[in-house]
């Protein structure tokens, strides 16, 4: 268990739970989250941004990826060759790392 990736995520869902459950930030919007664990592993990481940026989370490697995306940005990694793999993978489809 890496603690540390333990702890970001745990942050990541307070922030998330308190901006959704506040009527002062941001009003009428509510935010969603899926966490991943990529095991620090780069081809992992691409892989799991591709999917889920098709909406294919839960696909097999045989099936076309045809749903709509619906994933507004990723947040990176805690290790930055996993990032930056990431990022070059989804840049040209114009979704923020």
């Known amino acids: 268990l890496d603690f540390r990736s333990f702890q ?3 942050s990541l869902i307070f922030a998330i739970e ?14 969603g989250y899926k ?6 592993s780069t081809a ?3 892989r799991m941004a591709m999917a889920l ?3 294919n989370e839960n696909s097999t ?8 995306a619906q994933v ?3 947040i990176g990694e805690t290790y930055s060759s996993v990032s930056t793999a990431i990022a ?6 114009s979704i923020p790392l």
């Open 8 to 10: 970001f995520s745990q």
């Open 18 to 31: 308190e901006i959704n459950n506040s009527s002062s930030l941001l009003p009428g919007v509510s935010l």
């Open 35 to 40: 966490i991943y664990d990529t095991c620090s």
């Open 44 to 46: 992992m990481g691409v």
């Open 53 to 55: 940026i098709n909406g």
């Open 61 to 68: 490697l045989n099936e076309p990826c045809t749903k709509p």
């Open 72 to 74: 507004q940005v990723i």
């Open 88 to 93: 070059n993978s989804v840049g040209p489809f």
